[in-house]
């Protein structure tokens, strides 16, 4: 789990690996996951898209599970995400990336985005970085956001980021654990909607809805 | 009954009779009845082959074919053509047996009415060689002086002195009186000595089975009427005539018993080669061949018996001897009479070309024998190289550059486009059925090539481009072209869709059998792979074309592929069947 470190090692709680690890036991992977060749990427451009498809649907479903919200494709590789074991087959970085630059287009419905500032984006990108795994867009975010905020009665509060992410309020939230800059970018949709406001320096922001 | 229906191939070729060669095509060619066209008979290709000149519509191949039995050629003429007007050869019917004496007013004929009667059973022998030759059928001792062309003898290519002919043609008409008597037959009793005891020649009765002296009329024992080794001659003559189908008669007035004579018009030149051979056939005869005494078996004195040719009475001679040595000894003696024997015939064979010719048939047996036995030490003999070794017998219908006129190149091509066809959907050799319905062209090359046992191989530039001439030629394969640009030849009915069923049926199978006790994923759902190698071994491909096959249905989107270590494998596309799940927002 810490080998994807989708969550900042510092912050974890011990309570929180408990969680992921039954996630990860429980966790039910698609049929087509028990299919070699659904680790070979196809030349035939219909099987491919179709396979495309497949994969972004399987990285979904599992960081979904996983409450993982950026993957570094290096690190993810040996994970079940992408090896199966129990078949001994794996799908390579070459093709990983392949799947995350696909997601990241607009035929993967945007479903992924490389990190880092713009310069970064393509060095990110050739050499296999990390990337945003979209299982929600950050418009759904910031709506998901919203909806709590409007069913906890806290339109109008002020809250910090930590409270919004890390306390105990949120922690059946699926947004729960989210990484301080994908959450800045949700609040930001909502800043543009007009419908918040972020106050604050770097490291104690606060977010205000109304 | 002067034109014939004519068999056809496959490949919409002439079929030829056994023993009969292909001697010279021309395309372009039409067809007249004495002075006029025959409608529908006037774009077409002309094939002569060693008893027939073969008339083969362009248009519509099946309807329109004729043959013209050469046995049945009176004589022939040879226009040079003028202007407009094409060079034409003109073949004259004999004039018919039961019509014989009512029709002395044939125009231009030379021969007599009764002419046709002493070719039957006349014979002359060779001064030289003393083989007896027939008479021509047209040859008229009356009438025959100096210039008359005379046909060398068939075992030893010299020609015959013209009074000998004339002295055998007037015995043999003083002969006919008693027509039980076989004209000459002495000679022909001398002309096949044999050694041993027995007579090769000799005449089994038909009713009591028992071997007579060839001069007897009648058998010894049950006093019945023997066959003449002259009628046994003619059966076998008529044999051949009869062996054409007995397909529907042709709907014209081509019919009719009132045909003056054919031609055959060149428009597009070939008339002199044609007219050339044409002679030259005419003068071989090989139709009169078929019936030729066999030439004496040489024996050497120690006595072996060739199994096939030994008669009764001389096995039961040498089997004491025989017997006498059993054990190593016993094969060690047999090997070497076979080679003693084989000697013999190589050494008499070669003695000369004429001789060779005559006893082609044991040397060729000879030969392949030599050859199967090379091969039993080499194991990778496949069926190809089986195939291969039969080359003897496959080169009875090639089409060579020297048998096509007018130098015309697409002739060439198409005609051995047209054998090439033939001869791969020939059943008896079923070389595409071998090779699981699909080739590829070089190996087709190959195999080709070495059917032809050496002689007038093909160049590959040629024989791309006869492939290519499949499709217009609409015959039944087809040359086709894989992405990776290989070139394989198959049946015209087998199609992309028939080759993706099959590997699905294939692949469908692997569903009920584990294919191995340790695999992981659910095999009774996704089957498994398969390698190129695996599906070559089981569809009997090369494995070329199973990957191409391979791929083509992955194209088609029907398979998919998995590169592991160990190469790429084929499954069956459940990344397309399985529906995407869709993660639920």
């Not at chain 2, 202007?83 to 007013?105: A, G, R, V």
């Not at chain 2, 008693?178 to 004209?183: D, N, Q, S, V």
């Not at chain 2, 076979?338 to 040397?363: C, H, P, W, Y």
Request: proline share 7%; charged share 20%.
């Amino acid at each position: 789990m810490t080998s994807i470190s989708s969550l900042p090692a510092s912050s974890a709680p011990s309570t929180t690996t408990t969680t992921t690890t039954t996630a990860q036991d429980t966790y039910i992977f698609s049929p087509i996951y028990s299919f070699p060749p659904f680790f070979t990427l196809q030349p035939n451009p219909i099987t491919r898209s179709s396979q495309l498809q497949s994969w972004s649907a399987h990285i979904q479903s599992y960081c979904r599970a996983h409450r993982l919200f950026s993957i570094s494709l290096i690190d993810a590789l040996p994970t079940p995400l992408f090896t199966n074991a129990t078949l001994s087959r794996a799908l390579s970085l070459r093709d990983a990336k392949a799947v995350v630059h696909w997601m990241s287009t607009k035929d993967g419905g945007n479903r992924a985005e490389w990190t880092g500032r713009k310069g970064d984006v393509e060095a990110a990108e050739t050499e296999g970085g990390r990337a945003w795994i979209y299982w929600r867009r950050p418009e759904e975010w910031a709506q998901v956001i919203e909806d709590w905020v409007d069913r906890t009665g806290q339109r109008g509060t002020v809250l910090t980021l930590y409270e919004v992410t890390e306390s105990d309020a949120t922690r059946r939230e699926e947004f729960w654990g989210m990484e301080g800059e994908l959450l800045q970018r949700c609040l930001g949709v909502c800043v543009k909607k007009g419908k918040a406001q972020i106050f604050g320096g770097e490291g104690s922001e606060g977010v205000k809805f109304f | 009954m002067f034109l014939h229906q004519l068999d056809l191939t496959t490949a919409l070729r002439p079929s030829l009779l056994p023993e009969e060669t292909l001697l010279f095509v021309q395309d372009a060619v039409g067809l007249y009845e004495g002075k006029f066209k025959i409608p529908q008979y006037q774009n077409g290709q002309a094939y002569l082959t060693s008893h027939r000149a073969c008339y083969v519509d362009h248009s519509e191949p099946r309807r329109n074919s004729v043959a013209i039995h050469l046995k049945d050629v009176e004589r022939h003429d040879f226009y040079a053509g003028f202007l407009k007007s094409s060079p034409k050869i003109t073949l004259y019917p004999k004039p018919l047996k039961q019509l014989s004496s009512s029709t002395p007013d044939r125009s231009g004929s030379p021969a007599p009415a009764p002419a046709p009667a002493p070719s039957v059973s006349a014979t002359w022998v060779c001064p030289i060689c003393s083989f007896s030759n027939p008479v021509p059928s047209n040859f008229d001792p009356a009438a025959a002086n100096v210039r008359t062309p005379l046909p060398p003898c068939l075992a030893c290519g010299i020609k015959p002195p013209l009074i000998h002919v004339v002295k055998a043609a007037i015995a043999a008409i003083s002969n006919r009186q008693p027509p039980e008597l076989p004209p000459k037959y002495d000679e022909t009793s001398v002309s096949a000595p044999s050694k041993s005891g027995t007579n090769p020649n000799s005449l089994v009765c038909p009713r009591c089975t028992f071997q007579n002296h060839p001069s007897l009329t009648t058998c010894e024992m049950c006093g019945g009427a023997l066959p003449s080794p002259v009628s046994k001659r003619l059966e076998a003559a008529q044999e051949i005539g009869r062996a054409e189908s007995p397909g529907p008669s042709l709907s014209t007035p081509l019919k009719d018993m009132a045909i003056e004579s054919i031609k055959f018009s060149f428009r597009c030149g070939g008339e002199k080669i044609f007219y050339e051979r044409l002679k030259n056939a005419l003068v071989q005869r090989k139709w009169l061949l078929q019936s030729a005494p066999p030439i004496p078996k040489p024996r050497p004195a120690s006595g072996t018996p060739d199994d096939g040719f030994s008669t009764p009475t001389d096995a039961t001679a040498q089997d004491p001897a025989r017997n006498k040595v059993v054990g190593i000894a016993g094969l060690e003696r047999r090997g070497l009479e076979q080679r003693k024997n084989n000697e013999v015939m190589i050494g008499s064979s070669f003695e000369d070309l004429e001789a060779l010719m005559t006893s082609a048939k044991e040397i060729i047996a000879l030969a392949e024998q030599f050859a199967s036995q090379a091969n039993l030490g080499t194991n990778g003999n496949s069926e190809a190289s089986a195939l291969a070794s039969q080359s003897a017998s496959a080169l009875g219908l090639v089409t060579t550059k020297d048998m096509l006129g007018s130098g015309s190149e697409s002739l060439y091509v198409s005609e051995l486009s047209r054998n090439l066809a033939e001869w791969l959907t020939d059943d008896t050799r079923g070389i595409l059925k071998k090779e699981g319905g699909i080739m590829t062209l070089v190996d087709l090359w190959a195999v080709f090539n070495r059917a032809r046992g050496g002689v007038e191989l093909v160049s590959p530039a040629d024989f791309e481009k006869a492939a290519r001439m499949w499709d217009k030629l609409k015959l039944p394969v087809r040359l086709r072209q894989f992405k990776s640009g290989l070139l394989v030849v198959q049946g015209r009915d087998r199609t992309d869709e028939k080759t993706i069923a099959s590997l699905l049926v294939w692949l469908e199978m692997l569903h009920t059998e584990a294919p191995a006790p340790d695999t992981q994923w659910d095999w009774e759902q996704y089957g498994r792979g398969v390698t190129a190698q695996e599906a070559a071994e089981w569809f009997g491909w090369s494995v070329g074309v199973a990957t191409e096959e391979l791929e083509m249905a992955e194209e088609s989107g029907a398979l998919c592929r998995e590169q592991g270590l160990d190469g790429v494998r084929f499954w069956e596309n459940w990344l397309v069947r399985l529906p995407v799940e869709t993660s639920a927002t």
